[in-house]
């Protein structure tokens, strides 16, 4: 059975390349937000086993998303794929239960490495 992603960005051309990259490696992408708001309220009603999230959205940022999504589900699984590459602020998304981050722009391998190695 394939793994369940949700993908969580603002910028339509990004949700495209991680959607297609996750096909490739055999993921179901089982919903698109476009801001953090969206992201929890699909979290919860998907429940997949992985979430992309973007830092920088509209409605409230991945920070927020992250913190509401983990209170839904302490095991949440949930990887930042940011361009914010402020070491700061993803030690902050780490500390707060992502288990990984990818900073934008990303080599399509190094994605598909990072969301398997976040579910393995």
């Known amino acids: 059975m394939p793994k369940r992603l949700l993908i969580t960005d603002d910028a339509m051309i990004i949700r495209a390349m991680i959607r ?32 992309t999230l973007d830092l920088v959205m509209p409605e409230f940022d991945g920070l927020h ?3 509401e999504i983990r ?7 949930i990887v930042i794929v940011s361009a914010l590459n402020q070491k700061a602020t993803l030690r902050k998304a ?13 080599a399509k391998p190094l994605l598909i490495e990072t969301i398997n190695r976040a579910v393995a």
């Open 20 to 51: 297609d990259a996750a096909n490739e490696a055999g993921w179901e992408v089982v919903g698109e937000a476009a801001n953090g708001a969206e992201a929890v309220e699909l979290y919860q009603s998907l429940k997949p086993d992985l979430v």
């Open 65 to 67: 998303a992250l913190r």
């Open 71 to 77: 209170a839904i589900d302490a095991e949440a699984r």
């Open 94 to 106: 780490l500390h707060q239960g992502a288990c990984d981050f990818l900073v934008k722009p990303f």
